[in-house]
């Protein structure tokens, strides 16, 4: 399995979650600086832009000026790129900053997923300091093998006082929900994973109460699941408990901006951001994320600113998202706090 990224824990980027520093590519911010750290969440759109960005624009890696910054270096190290996803999944352009450019980019988003952005209107395509826009966003949008039940009762989740919907597979369910289940271990009733099933796409949900980086989690799930000799069916007796989850964020990347790029004109990132809106609930997923990358040219110096196995995941959990084809996830998240995400569907 090729080399994770690894990515220093920053403190500002979602609204509501952290995202930690570790050896995959993950580099996102948290998303309230007040938020608890124990939730994560990690998508792949902002290393797109920046390695179209640097490819393409700096025609190398990015440094600052009089600026070390190991966020920029591990997000040079490229280890995660559009090779990991399937051309219908994603769109990347950038150009010179110009009205064209934003009805280009409005019009190619329409075409090929139907979407709108929420990204293009923060940027001020007149201002003459503008120089370049990257954008990109991440489509996906996929049913599961089979529809699960939705349970009528709601649970909590890690001994929450709030009670939380539920879908999955119990006694009573029938047999052909199996077919959307494959089971990747059970070694204990506090160490599992499954992947649930779609047609091109899977959804891994690890069971654990680890709370290291995605990295380390997913390598552990990986040789978890090589060695593990028992059935990898999900049969008779089996059961299965999955909370509807929900989220809604926007991500900026300070840390980022305001510095001198050497090797340019004199460029700066203005801007970094990221969204994500991601849901998942008994029939399938629904997953959209954008990355949009502001560069300006600098006129003046910018401050630094025994009864059959329970697949029960009604406690900490992790989830990743892979194409079944590639090696690496596009998505990941860990579920300690289920409040932070709860379903906003029907």
């Not at 990515?7 to 570790?22: K, R, Y």
């Not at 994320?289 to 995941?313: H, Q």
């Not at 900490?316 to 892979?322: E, G, I, S």
Request: a positive charge; one cysteine or more; proline letters at 3%.
């Amino acid at each position: 399995m090729k080399k994770l990224l690894t990515i220093l824990f920053l403190t500002a980027i979602f609204a509501g979650f952290s995202i930690a520093a570790q050896k995959y590519p993950e580099m996102l911010a948290s998303i309230s600086q007040n938020s608890p750290q124990q939730n994560k969440i990690w998508v792949g759109t902002f290393q797109l832009v920046w390695n179209e960005f640097s490819d393409n624009i700096v025609k190398g890696p990015v440094k600052f000026k009089d600026f070390e910054s190991d966020i920029a270096d591990e997000l040079n190290k490229q280890e995660f790129k559009k090779s990991e996803l399937s051309e219908n999944a994603f769109y990347i352009a950038y150009g010179k900053t110009s009205a064209a450019l934003k009805e280009h980019i409005e019009k190619a988003i329409m075409e090929k997923f139907g979407e709108t952005s929420e990204l293009l209107n923060r940027v001020n395509w007149t201002d003459k300091s503008n120089a370049y826009i990257v954008y990109a966003m991440l489509k996906k949008d996929f049913k599961f093998a089979a529809k699960f039940d939705a349970f009528r009762t709601k649970e909590k989740f890690n001994y929450s006082k709030e009670k939380y919907k539920y879908f999955g597979i119990d006694k009573e369910s029938p047999s052909y929900m199996y077919k959307a289940v494959k089971v990747l271990f059970y070694n204990s009733p506090f160490d599992y994973a499954v992947a649930l099933q779609g047609q091109n796409d899977e959804v891994i949900l690890y069971r654990t109460e680890k709370n290291s980086s995605f990295k380390n989690i997913y390598e552990s799930l990986q040789e978890r699941t090589r060695k593990y000799k028992g059935t990898k069916e999900f049969v008779a007796g089996d059961r299965l408990k999955v909370p509807y989850l929900s989220v809604k964020q926007e991500v900026s990347y300070p840390q980022l901006c305001g510095k001198e790029i050497l090797n340019t004109d004199n460029l700066y990132i203005a801007q970094a951001l990221q969204t994500v809106d991601f849901n998942m609930n008994n029939s399938g997923i629904r997953l959209k994320s954008e990355a949009l990358m502001d560069i300006k040219t600098m006129s003046m110096p910018i401050p630094v600113d025994a009864w059959g196995r329970n697949f029960y995941f009604n406690k900490t959990f992790y989830l990743f998202m892979k194409e079944k084809t590639k090696e690496l996830p596009y998505y990941a998240m860990r579920v300690q706090d289920l409040s932070l995400y709860k379903y906003q569907g029907e």
